[in-house]
Nanobody
Framework: QVRLVESGGSSAQVGGSLVLSCAAS???????LAWFRQTPGKEREGVAA??????TAYADSVKGRFTISKDNKDTLFLQMNSLKTDDTAVYYC??????????????????WGQGTQVTVSS
């Protein structure tokens, strides 16, 4: 059974940095891991993904500012730099097999964490 537990959500100032973590267990070796985020009234959107073969994908809104990585203990990270108020959201970790290259598509993932809140203020 896949289990995903996010941590690291906090408040930050515009231009600041945060690192989110996701402790994953029960994963299949070929699973893709991803970060999504959601604000009230909006659909959850893909932020960054890291496939088992090392392929990464980023939403245009975070390219050059966010970096996704994983350690050898199946902990997923999201390094967030140059934060903007638009980055305020609940951030979720997700995992599943992605065979079609749609790494940031919401419907591709069936395993989710509980989310962690990130608030960016000016």
């Amino acid at each position: 059974q896949v289990r995903l537990v996010e941590s690291g959500g906090s408040s930050a100032q515009v231009g600041g940095s945060l690192v989110l973590s996701c402790a994953a267990s029960g994963l299949y070796s070929h699973y893709c891991l991803a970060w999504f985020r959601q604000t009230p009234g909006k659909e959850r959107e893909g932020v960054a993904a890291l496939d088992a073969d090392g392929t990464t994908a980023y939403a245009d809104s975070v390219k050059g500012r966010f970096t996704i990585s994983k350690d050898n203990k199946d902990t997923l990270f999201l390094q967030m730099n140059s934060l903007k108020t638009d980055d305020t959201a609940v951030y979720y970790c997700a995992a599943d097999f992605i065979g079609n290259g749609h790494y940031l598509r919401l419907g591709e993932y069936n395993n989710w964490g509980q989310g962690t809140q990130v608030t960016v203020s000016s």
